[in-house]
């Protein structure tokens, strides 16, 4: 694969990478259907799931490296898929389950933090929408530091980086444009991946921006900007090839900016049904039938089918099972209410 100038063609995307792909796509969609068939109960742990996203989501987290940080967001768990996590361990932390490798059954779904040491690291971070962006470009500065004092283990193509995952809205908020001005100023290796569906919960974004991600990262010189139709995973995959080899070699920020549809509820307590007058237009956007109807890469239908019968078997009974797990130990919030009294 051609790495030189970080540009690769659609015919260097192995065979291997692309079925990766699609059976994280198709276990994606699989979790995301288990979900809403069993609403019912499901919807007691608000959770949002990335259907509409997968392609961008997939091509990022494929290409992060166990040195590389990751500050997600709460629509992320195909790029959570992607970087090596089995979905019975999201599905604890859906289930509010003393085993959630995140935060043991303590925070909402696809709310990660982690440190395993071959995967990227996941700093802990707020729910609240857009909140990662000064900590996730804080650890840009870190990498920058360790770099300056010569104490980085790592350089050149092996450089890590951060990946900071936002949601269009979120982009109008105060603290982002912080994190912007001082990744530019400081020229950090990092990358802002906004996902832009044009919902900002029931509110569309002609109510609430006047500029999306690509027009508004003008106003910071220094800021390169790529703007993808995210719902392509080929093109995904190649821009994010190409930034991260950038950044990796040429230590300074990119924003991404993936233009995706919102398939799903905005969350389990936010019904599409509700406000959504396009949900028809958006599904002709689908990145998973569009993955296999223009599927130009060799990989046999057949194949794609066993990948989709495969997830969805894998994953019927599996809600059920969880049911009977532990949940957190309740004496941990006595001991914190007790030590604050």
Request: glycine share 4%.
């Amino acid at each position: 694969m051609n790495t030189n100038n970080g540009n690769i063609n659609a015919s260097e995307i192995s065979e291997a990478v692309l079925t990766q792909a699609f059976r994280l796509m198709a276990e994606a969609r699989s979790m995301s259907a288990i979900y809403e068939a069993n609403s019912s109960f499901t919807s007691k742990y608000v959770h949002a799931t990335s259907k509409g996203h997968e392609a961008i989501q997939i091509a990022t987290g494929l290409q992060l490296l166990p040195q590389d940080f990751l500050s997600a967001y709460y629509r992320d768990d195909s790029m959570l898929l992607s970087i090596g996590m089995e979905p019975f361990e999201l599905m604890l932390q859906l289930m509010a389950k003393r085993d959630d490798p995140f935060s043991g059954g303590r925070l909402y779904y696809s709310h990660p933090s982690l440190k395993r040491p071959n995967m990227p690291k996941i700093p802990m971070q707020s729910s609240a929408t857009g909140m990662q962006a000064i900590p996730a470009t804080g650890i840009a500065m870190g990498l920058q530091y360790l770099e300056n004092q010569a104490l980085s283990e790592w350089e050149g193509s092996d450089s890590p980086l951060v990946v900071c995952s936002l949601g269009d809205a979120s982009i109008t908020e105060g603290e982002v444009a912080e994190a912007f001005q001082m990744a530019v100023l400081k020229k950090l290796p990092i990358v802002y991946l906004v996902q832009d569906n044009e919902w900002d919960i029931s509110a569309h974004a002609r109510e609430i921006r006047a500029m999306d991600a690509t027009h508004y990262a003008m106003g910071f010189k220094g800021l390169e900007v790529r703007t993808i139709d995210g719902t392509d995973f080929i093109k995904s995959y190649q821009t994010m090839h190409e930034v991260f080899t950038s950044v990796r070699m040429e230590r300074r920020p990119f924003l991404v900016h993936a233009k995706v549809p919102l398939l799903n509820h905005h969350t389990s307590g936010v019904r599409k049904e509700w406000y959504r007058d396009d949900l028809e237009e958006q599904l002709l956007r689908d990145p998973y039938p569009k993955f296999k109807i223009n599927n130009k890469f060799g990989i046999q239908q057949r194949a794609l089918s066993r990948i989709e019968t495969d997830a969805d078997e894998r994953f019927r009974n599996i809600l059920q099972k969880q049911w009977l797990l532990k949940t957190p130990d309740r004496k941990i919030f006595l001991h914190m209410i007790l030590h604050q009294l």
